[in-house]
Every structure is written in structure tokens, then in C-alpha cells.
Nanobody, 125 residues
């Protein structure tokens, strides 16, 4: 049974940083594409970043240059380093896993089979 458990959310001021973690069990993260998504109140869930390999990643335009997705295969854990946070980044952040091996449509929710429970990120101005 696949389980994804996020952690690392919190409240920060604009310009601050947070690092989210997603610990996976029942699933080998190095074999497949994984992603981070977020959902703000009243809005649809949107893709933030996805990773196929250490050198092949994909980002939403709104976070390019500020967020970095990475993974530690030895710990079977996915990360999202978020720098220069803005109030618009406030949302529930979700880790997701797919059985696919390419980044094609990797920022679309329908590509993913498994989801974590989410971790809240709040950025104040």
C-alpha cells in the first residue's frame, strides 16, 4: 500500500523560505515521476513542480526560480525547497506519485495515482 506523508509546512513572512518533505512507503520514488501540487481556498488544485530525475524537472511558471524539487532516493523522500515566498503561495501543498516515467503532463492532477494528506503553507505580507 502506497503512503505519502508530507511535513514541513508552516507560517512565514513574505520573502521567507520553507522546505517541504514527503516520505514515501510502499513505493520506490526513484522509479517514477513525483510531483508537488497546491490548492488555495476556493481554487482548483494546481501543479507546482515535478521530477523525473535529478536533471529532469518541471515547474509552474509562477514558481520558477524560487522553488526547487529534489529527492533523496536513500531516504525515499521527496522535497520542495521554497524560497522568496509570496502571499500568493499560501495554500495546502500535496505530494503526489504516479506510475509514469516521463514528465509529459506532469503538472496535471490526472497523471497521479497517489496523494498525501497535505501540509499547510501560509505566507503573510
Amino acid at each position: 500500500q502506497v503512503q505519502l506523508v508530507e511535513s514541513g509546512g508552516g507560517s512565514v513572512q513574505s520573502g521567507g523560505s520553507l522546505r517541504l518533505s514527503c516520505a514515501a512507503s510502499g513505493y520506490t520514488i526513484s522509479n517514477y515521476v513525483m510531483g508537488w501540487f497546491r490548492q488555495a481556498p476556493g481554487k482548483e488544485r494546481e501543479g507546482v513542480a515535478a521530477i523525473e530525475s535529478d536533471t529532469n524537472t518541471k515547474y509552474a511558471d509562477s514558481v520558477k526560480g524560487r522553488f526547487t524539487i529534489s529527492r533523496d532516493n536513500t531516504k525515499n523522500t521527496l522535497y520542495l525547497q521554497m524560497n522568496n515566498l509570496e502571499p500568493e503561495d499560501t495554500a495546502m501543498y500535496y505530494c503526489a506519485a504516479t506510475s509514469q516515467r516521463t514528465l509529459l503532463f506532469a503538472l496535471n492532477t490526472w497523471r497521479y495515482n497517489y496523494w498525501g494528506q497535505g501540509t499547510q503553507v501560509t505566507v503573510s505580507s
